[in-house]
């Protein structure tokens, strides 16, 4: 049976084949926005820069945005044609690998609840990607993404909804044929000795939690995408990447997965809980270096350019990409050489993990996530201030104040045209980039 994920890639790449190799091919606004004709030409404009949500009609934007989250987007002012940010949003059920059904990876219409009766589990999933050189990256990220998350959960559906212990693991070569959980290993031939205290505390430390091998999976499903990227670009020469920071909600617990320079924040009672870390050529200084020295093939006469090139937001690997991990970006070289940057561009994200039952939740409190044209120019305290200046002025069972908040941070980060430039409400320069925010409400959900 063709899985759900080959199923899409294969809608994704015939359409592709069909149409050349031209990068943009695809191009288009998040599904959940449900753009008219007229509105995506509206939402195009780079004199006009109109900031984009989904539909105010509030059963039909429950149905394409569950538990009432908030979105707003904006294009550049003009830096790309297209507006290279992408976004998703989906809840997607994760079938049992032995189920007779055909429903694996199935996405999930609407906030419904399907994890009862059958047999597996259902993820909640909001995601940005922050394309460059071109939108191919973000988009097929955006498509896909989900389903590679999918197809990894499958393999442990089975451990997380029964709640064993995960598989024995042998570990021979320090405990004589003991597996993970103290037991002689089934796999292992010859003598059994029992582990000593030592080594049973060894294997205590080594238990793995369900929490890791979620996050392993979230880090496979990562892999998974940056190599399907990989042999699309290098079947139709298409270049680009995309920074991605995706969120999912799963049994209880919030893993943020962040592999570029978007941000997550928890907003909680007015106070601010950074979700994420940000990935460029500063903030991976060291892990550059170690890479450098490893990189055999680039001789002393090959850098022309220092490792990191500029400071700031200026700064470059080589004086080529901004960020240190991400998507895509296979054919990407060093200018004016032959050094491949992929080696020092991560597709790995760093897994945070929020366990949402620890805490109760007010009906203001919620996770911002926005791509850089958004933190660029305003700070975590001027985002926790306009979300919570903008949720008290509402009524608390206003299902639009969250798309209002969404909003609002967009208007603050982008300015308004003043001349020849955008500029804030201080005067200093507004975002020229592509800005596009999630606000995801806790209260009554986790
Ligand atoms: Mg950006």
């Excluded at 919570?388 to 308004?416: E, H, K, Y």
Aim: with cysteine.
């Amino acid at each position: 049976m063709m899985t759900r994920v080959k199923a899409v890639v294969s809608q994704l790449v015939g359409g592709q084949a069909a149409a050349g190799s031209s990068p943009q091919l695809g191009y288009s606004r998040p599904v959940f926005l449900q753009l008219s004709p007229e509105e995506r030409e509206q939402a195009a404009d780079h004199s006009r820069r109109n900031i984009v949500s989904p539909s105010s009609e509030s059963a039909r934007r429950r149905l394409l945005l569950p538990w009432d989250t908030g979105y707003a987007e904006v294009i550049n002012a003009g830096k790309s044609v297209f507006n290279e940010d992408q976004a998703a949003r989906e809840i997607v059920w994760v079938e049992r690998r032995n189920s007779n059904s055909s429903t694996a990876g199935e996405v999930v219409k609407g906030d419904r609840s399907t994890g009862k009766e059958r047999d597996g589990l259902e993820f909640h999933y909001w995601a940005l990607f922050d394309g460059h050189a071109g939108t191919a990256a973000a988009v097929m990220a955006a498509r896909l993404l989900h389903l590679h998350i999918s197809e990894q959960l499958q393999d442990i559906v089975d451990i997380l909804q029964d709640g064993d212990v995960p598989p024995p693991i042998c570990l021979t070569s320090h405990t004589k044929g003991v597996t993970g959980n103290g037991a002689k290993c089934p796999s292992h031939e010859g003598d059994w000795e029992p582990p000593t205290d030592s080594e049973s505390r060894f294997l205590l430390e080594k238990e793995i939690s369900h929490e890791h091998l979620i996050i392993g999976a979230i880090e496979n499903a990562f892999r998974q995408m940056d190599q399907q990227i990989e042999r699309e670009q290098k079947a139709h020469g298409s270049q680009g990447g995309c920074c991605a920071l995706a969120v999912v909600y799963l049994l209880g617990k919030i893993y943020i997965a962040n592999a570029g320079d978007s941000r997550a924040i928890l907003i909680r009672n007015g106070e601010i809980i950074p979700l994420s870390n940000e990935f460029t050529p500063e903030s991976e200084r060291q892990r550059l270096q170690y890479l450098i020295l490893a990189y055999k093939t680039i001789e002393e006469d090959d850098l022309k350019f220092p490792l990191v090139y500029g400071e700031g937001k200026k700064a470059r690997v080589m004086a080529t990409i901004g960020v240190t991990r991400g998507l895509g970006d296979h054919n990407l070289k060093v200018h004016c050489s032959n050094i491949h940057i992929k080696p020092f561009l991560s597709c790995i994200p760093e897994v945070k993990v929020y366990n949402v039952t620890k805490y109760e939740h007010g009906v203001d409190d919620v996770i911002v996530l926005g791509t850089d044209g958004l933190w660029d120019v305003v700070s975590n305290r001027e985002v926790a201030d306009v979300v919570t200046r903008v949720l008290s002025s509402c009524q608390p069972d206003d299902l639009n104040r969250f798309t209002l908040a969404a909003q609002n941070l967009v208007m603050r980060s982008r300015g308004i045209l003043k001349g020849p430039s955008w500029r804030l409400s201080n005067d200093r320069l507004g975002s020229g980039d592509d800005i596009s925010v999630f606000v995801i409400p806790l209260y009554g959900h986790t």
